[in-house]
């Protein structure tokens, strides 16, 4: 009877289960059977009679049963399923090993929803078919495609995937090398000569998509300059036959670049982004070294002078300098960057006049090149 008993669940799984036992029944059955007196007892067999003790604890022990049976099932059921995955994964990383190049391992991937086993492998490249699952035509219907691209190179695509997603701000060294045109300089014309100019700064850079940032900053600016006056600026400023002579001089200046870029990718990790960019300078000159050298000769008596003056000092508040520089350049990375830029337009001014620096001119163009290191 009890093996008849105990087999009963699993030949009627849908059996209906007893009424919940009343608390009295409940009592009365422990009672009986901690007296253990079992059938003797003829009040315990109306208590058999009236609870069904024997009932309700044959179907309580069933029920603990089941509780483990289902439990261990789902246990058993989960590790296949991991088992399966693995093994899945494995076929994708052993496929993608065999190929000859060291290239990025692009496949199509189909596998069974229900439990994750694979169907088949496909190479985006070469397009060939691997089939992992003979006993399967064709993927059923709740199959699932994924694509896939692992590669002996995955750990490099990670970390600049991971660099690609650095949050603003970037922050970095900048430095740049200028070459400018100037033909006014202490209000007399000259003859434009040997200028060059470096540039060395803090930088700080915001993106506001992809490949396209905003970058601004502080430099200090150093220019270098030998200058020839023009003869007949002077001659007619101080009514003689012949004027020669020149000025070289030395500055430094504090500047403020607020530059855009505009740039697009080369590749499809778009590491490697050409950009077009625009910048606006504000300088304000400090200090200034400078040295003259002038000879003057009156064509009339046949006699002249030289004068041979050196000057330094600070410059005056009004003296500011506006700048304008367009042009392209590359950037790696978002990390390292190299840049031309040309000046179509600037103002210079001084105390008591308005220069500015030369562009498109015969003698040349205002230049820089500057590049910039990142973290």
Request: glycine fraction near 6%.
């Amino acid at each position: 009877n009890k093996a008849a008993v105990t087999k009963e669940p699993e030949q009627t799984p849908q059996k209906s289960l007893l009424p919940p036992i009343s608390e009295e029944c409940k009592n009365f059955c422990g009672l009986c059977d901690s007296e253990n007196q079992g059938e003797s007892s003829s009040t315990c067999e109306k208590v058999e009679a009236q609870c069904k003790c024997s009932t309700y604890a044959e179907q309580e022990r069933m029920l603990t049963e089941k509780a483990v049976a289902d439990s261990i099932a789902a246990v058993d059921k989960f590790l296949n399923q991991m088992q399966t995955v693995q093994a899945s994964a494995n076929s994708i990383f052993e496929f993608c090993s065999k190929k000859e190049q060291a290239e990025p391992c692009s496949v199509l991937v189909k596998i069974k929803s229900e439990d994750m086993s694979l169907i088949e492998i496909q190479d985006l490249a070469q397009k060939p078919i691997v089939e992992q699952d003979s006993t399967v035509n064709e993927a059923p219907k709740d199959s699932v495609i994924v694509a896939v691209a692992p590669a002996k190179d995955s750990v490099a695509k990670d970390s600049s995937a991971k660099l690609k997603k650095h949050a603003n701000p970037y922050m970095g060294l900048s430095i740049a090398f200028e070459s400018y045109l100037e033909k006014e300089f202490a209000n007399y014309y000259v003859y434009p000569g040997k200028q060059s100019g470096l540039n060395l700064g803090f930088m700080i850079r915001w993106y506001f998509y992809n490949w396209g940032s905003f970058q601004t900053g502080a430099n200090l600016v150093y220019h270098h300059a030998e200058h020839v006056f023009d003869g007949f600026d002077m001659g007619h400023y101080y009514k003689i036959g012949n004027g020669n002579g020149g000025i070289e001089y030395q500055n430094l200046m504090f500047e403020i670049p607020l530059q855009f870029r505009f740039g697009f990718p080369l590749d499809k990790a778009g590491e490697v982004s050409p950009f077009i960019s625009a910048s606006f300078h504000v300088r304000k000159p400090i200090y200034m070294w400078a040295e003259y050298d002038v000879e003057w000769t009156w064509s009339s008596l046949y006699y002249g002078y030289d004068i041979d003056k050196s000057y330094d000092g600070f410059y005056a508040l009004p003296d500011w300098e506006f700048l304008t520089y367009v042009g392209f350049g590359i950037e790696f990375f978002r990390r390292f960057s190299l840049q031309w830029q040309f000046l179509p337009v600037s103002i210079v001014t001084n105390t008591d006049t308005i220069n500015n620096y030369y562009c498109d001119d015969s003698d040349g163009i205002t230049w820089r090149i500057s590049m910039d290191l990142a973290w």
